[in-house]
C-alpha cells in the first residue's frame, strides 16, 4: 500500500458527522424495512478508516494542519491492526 496516496484526509469533526449520518440513514433503512440503509455503513467504514476516496480525488483535506499528526496517528494505528 502506498503510504502517500491513503494520507488521512478526514477530521474529527467529519469523523463524528460521518458516524452520525451513517447511523440515521442505518436507523431510516430500518424504520422503512429497507435493504437501502445498508448504505449507511459506507460514511461509518469511511470515518474509521480516516480516508475519504472522494476527498481524495477532489484534493479536498478536513484534518486541521496544526492537529495532522494526531489525525494521521488514529488512522494509521487502525490500518495497522492484525
Not at 492537529?67 to 488512522?75: D, T, Y
Request: charge should be positive; proline fraction near 4%.
Amino acid at each position: 500500500m502506498d503510504e502517500k496516496k491513503y494520507k488521512t484526509n478526514i477530521g474529527h469533526v467529519d469523523k463524528w458527522a460521518r458516524v452520525a449520518g451513517g447511523a440515521a440513514i442505518i436507523a431510516i433503512g430500518l424504520y422503512y424495512e429497507s435493504w437501502l440503509g445498508l448504505i449507511g455503513f459506507i460514511p461509518i467504514v469511511v470515518a474509521f478508516v480516516g480516508w475519504c476516496p472522494v476527498y481524495a480525488l477532489l484534493g479536498f483535506d478536513s484534518c486541521p494542519a496544526d492537529r495532522k499528526m494526531k489525525c494521521q496517528r488514529f488512522s494509521d494505528e487502525y490500518r495497522n491492526m492484525k
